[in-house]
């Protein structure tokens, strides 16, 4: 198994508070990714990394901040936590761009509920 | 505009047979990947099979198969000899682009599979 750690894995927080999930990798993995995953909608990215330092946004990135100070951590965080982002958050890697056939890695999952 | 359109929410299979789970992308790259991905109750994310948009032939890992047709952009997931364990939902996606940042997978509503004795 990849070595992809989430924590926390659950979380529930008041709406207006501040939450940060951190990814954890020990791959060595260039790309970095967060999901989210609710009924009906699939699996939506957030943001993603392609280096230290060096991210972008995802279709979903509204309310959504990442920060990737070290090859092995890709941190997001929710400024003021919302309802709406009550999901299940995945992150993922993945070696590399050039090479279309790197398939994503997955994490366990983050379930966070925002009451 | 949606990149991956699964447009099955849901499917029966009984078990032994073969099942087809359809996938329909959009893209003007000429160069893409094409995923699948199996994600059983317990939640986690199973990578089964890729295809890359210059493959000539179309991708077989075991029981799945991925039946390419680039020119009506689909790629159907074929599972041969369904399993009872081949319960799941599964996702098809897609990575498009050659630049150097540019790897967004992106990922379709899913398709729930249910097989039945």
């Known amino acids: 198994d990849a070595g992809i750690t989430q924590s926390p894995r659950h979380k529930v927080t008041e709406t207006g508070t501040p939450v940060t999930l951190r990814c954890h990798q020990t791959e060595n993995h260039r790309y970095m990714y967060w999901y989210r995953q609710d009924p009906g909608h699939g699996l939506r990215l957030i943001h993603y990394s392609y280096g230290v330092k060096d991210t972008d946004k995802g279709e979903v990135s509204d309310g959504y901040s990442v920060s990737r100070s070290k090859t092995e951590d890709f941190l997001l965080t929710l400024e003021s936590a919302t309802s709406s982002q009550t999901s299940v958050y995945f992150c993922?890697?993945?070696?590399?761009?050039?090479?279309?056939?790197?398939?994503?890695?997955f994490g366990q999952g983050t379930r966070l509920t925002v009451v | 505009a949606q990149k991956i359109t699964q447009t099955q929410p849901g499917m029966f299979v009984q078990e032994k047979e073969a099942v087809t789970l359809d996938c329909t992308y959009d893209?003007?790259?000429?160069?893409?990947?094409l995923f699948w991905y199996k994600q059983p109750s317990s939640g986690e994310m199973i990578f089964l099979i890729y295809q890359g948009s210059y493959d000539q032939q179309n991708a077989t890992e075991g029981r799945y198969s991925l039946n390419f047709q680039k020119a009506r952009k689909s790629a159907n997931l074929v599972i041969s000899a369904s399993q009872l364990g081949d319960s799941a939902m599964y996702f098809c996606?897609?990575?498009?682009?050659?630049?150097?940042?540019?790897?967004?997978?992106?990922f379709g509503t899913g398709t729930r599979l249910q097989v039945f004795p």
């Open positions: 996606a897609m990575r498009e682009g050659l630049s150097y940042n540019t790897d967004k997978l992106i």
């Open positions: 993922a890697i993945s070696l590399s761009g050039r090479s279309f056939g790197t398939e994503a890695f």
């Open positions: 893209t003007s790259d000429p160069s893409y990947g």
